[in-house]
């Protein structure tokens, strides 16, 4: 998950970057893109910690 975190500032960075030189259309998407990765990598993490508590839950 961290993977898509970095992806998200890699993105992010670019899209900053691109706005300061004024590509507004690729600054545009990049931030999109980044702030797509960005919640998916929040609802990944939301999933993985509702299946730890569930799991930790069960005594085997």
């Not at 970095?6 to 992010?12: D, N, S």
């Not at 545009?28 to 999933?47: C, P, Y």
């Amino acid at each position: 998950m961290s993977g898509l975190l970095y992806w998200a500032i890699v993105f992010l960075v670019i899209g900053i970057i691109a706005a300061l030189f004024g590509f507004g259309g690729v600054a545009g998407t990049a931030v999109e893109g980044a702030r797509i990765l960005f919640w998916v990598a929040i609802a990944l993490f939301v999933i993985a910690l509702i299946g730890g508590i569930f799991r930790r839950g069960r005594s085997v």
